[in-house]
């Protein structure tokens, strides 16, 4: 049988709606008189919403001709002006800036997520002590003292890169990469420490030294195979090809997923026991239940915190540390000279701790902050990205609705190469991926900040006599001290600039060290101010 069509006189609605047969006259001039009412109504409602929109139209067309600038922010709420990306290589520090963001526009969510952090912490405790046992085994833990010093000898090799001209590459046999292709950020506290002695009795020493560094090596081991435990709680799982030599990469949103993560294995394990457990206070308005995996490994710290100082201290450690032999990542020295604190059985990680801490962000994590502009609430979405080659693809779909870009270079990096490619020299590998952001079409009116980040560490490598042009050789017989330093890193990018501004914008240069965080919310209120005044200027209205 056909199914009656959606007018059919067999349809529901309609037999529903169908005046009764015994209807009189003047309840039929009533019945429409109503339909009349409530069909006139119907249009109303119609044409109002057709004047909304034409409305807002007009309004969003406004935006560049609109002749009263305290009008603007009102225009600016509504208008498309609210997405802002954090661009740069892997480990530039713009998930740290984006804590910064976070800690000033919406500092209570820190405060809710801040418990899901001692995983990271404690990864990355762990990360570095097996860093160290690793690259100790491979020079059978001892320290020769007949190879000079290596700040010294490491050669450049002659294959320059054509990109910018600034960076030369080394051979990998000359480079002495570590697995993950990255330095001590913060070298004062070892770089006059005294190699081991060279006395007649050298033998015996390094004897002993080996042996305590195999007793360490021991009585650490259960620490260090904790390391994938940690790893796949925070990933769930998941790995990253083409991105580099590994590591734990998240994506957004891992700090709920870390404690639903928790919660699951509590229900798994049923443990009667969690519930009587001292909870870290993390936020007056968030019950926070404690992951058993993650305070095991709490207690395996406390219960090693002796042998990690006697590690962290021992001469061996910091003659290859202070011979560039042993490379560390930067946040390594941070957490290793707070372990006593870190280590602690009450630890809750402060403020200075997640700002310290490293985890990579794999895709595009958006943030969403309400930022005050003059008086007026603008809600900003922050993309935050990852910055391995791998995962620069994964960059070019947020362009189109891009309205100002913060790109962060780590100028610290000098003597530093890609983790992905050893050959490339990461400041160089900035200033081809700056070139790539300036000169690309989608974003030629986007409004563009740079962030010469990482201050702090070059001030110490400095300091501690690296010289630039052992691996930067265009850098030449230049002083070696930070302000000429930093003026020649940023006399390139302001070229790359320069070379690619058809639209002659602005670019609004910052030297910033991001886990400062006094420091780096005054530079965000300049960004944010500056960002604001170029609308302005590109709307001719100021």
Not at 516 to 526: H, M, V
Request: glycine share 4%.
């Amino acid at each position: 049988m056909r199914s009656p069509s959606l007018y059919s006189q067999d349809d529901p609605i309609t037999a529903a709606m169908k005046p009764s047969p015994t209807e009189t006259d003047s309840e039929r001039a009533v019945r429409l008189e109503a339909e009349a009412e409530a069909k006139r109504i119907s249009e109303q409602i119609d044409e109002d919403l057709r004047e909304e929109r034409e409305r807002l139209k007009k309004k969003r067309g406004d935006v560049k001709v609109c002749p009263y600038p305290p009008f603007f922010t009102h225009i600016l709420t509504a208008s498309a002006y609210r997405q802002l990306l954090l661009l740069g290589q892997a480990e530039s520090g713009k998930s740290t800036l984006q804590k910064q963001f976070q800690l000033m526009y919406k500092p209570n969510s820190l405060d809710q997520e801040r418990s899901s952090w001692t995983a990271v912490i404690y990864f990355n405790v762990v990360h570095s002590l097996k860093q160290i046992l690793n690259t100790l085994e491979q020079w059978d833990d001892v320290l020769d003292d007949d190879s000079g010093d290596i700040l010294d000898i490491n050669p450049i090799s002659s294959h320059r890169s054509k990109s910018n001209g600034i960076a030369d590459q080394p051979s990998p046999s000359t480079s002495l990469m570590d697995s993950n292709g990255a330095v001590n950020g913060s070298p004062s506290s070892i770089a006059h420490s005294e190699a081991p002695s060279t006395s007649n009795n050298v033998g015996q020493s390094k004897d002993a030294g080996a042996l305590q560094i195999a007793n360490l090596r021991r009585r650490l081991s259960p620490l260090m195979a904790a390391e994938s435990q940690l790893a796949d709680r925070l990933s769930g799982g998941i790995t990253v090809s083409g991105s580099g030599k590994g590591g734990v990469y998240v994506r957004s949103g891992w700090q709920a997923r870390t404690i639903e993560n928790a919660l699951t294995k509590i229900k798994q394990t049923k443990r009667p026991s969690i519930a009587n457990e001292k909870k870290p206070r993390v936020s007056e308005s968030q019950d926070f239940t404690p992951d058993p995996m993650v305070q095991e490994i709490g207690r395996m710290l406390e219960a090693c915190e002796e042998d990690i100082h006697e590690l962290w201290s021992n001469q061996t450690v910091k003659g290859m540390i202070a011979k560039r032999r042993l490379k560390l990542d930067e946040w390594s020295e941070f957490f290793l000279r707070h372990i006593s604190r870190v280590a602690s059985p009450d630890y809750v990680p402060t403020t200075d701790d997640i700002l310290h801490a490293r985890i990579q962000t794999m895709g595009v994590a958006e943030h969403i902050f309400d930022v005050n502009i003059h008086g007026k609430l603008v809600t900003w979405h922050l993309f935050d990205v990852g910055g391995a080659r791998g995962q620069r693809h994964s960059w070019v779909p947020y362009f189109d609705d891009a309205n100002a870009i913060i790109f962060v270079a780590p100028v610290s990096a000098f003597d530093q190469y890609l983790e992905e490619d050893p050959r490339v020299n990461r400041i160089d590998d900035s200033l081809q991926l700056f070139t790539q952001v300036c000169s690309n079409a989608l974003l030629k009116s986007v409004h563009l900040v740079l962030f010469l980040n990482k201050t702090d560490l070059l001030k110490a490598k400095l300091d501690n006599g690296l010289k630039v042009r052992k691996y930067i050789t265009s850098f030449g017989e230049r002083s070696n001290d930070y302000e000429t330093v930093v003026q020649y890193f940023r006399a390139h990018f302001l070229q790359v600039h320069r070379r690619n501004n058809e639209n002659r914008r602005v670019l609004y240069t910052h030297f910033t060290s991001v886990v400062d965080t006094k420091a780096t919310q005054r530079i965000i209120g300049n960004v944010r101010d500056s960002i604001f005044r170029g609308y302005l200027q590109s709307a001719a209205l100021v």
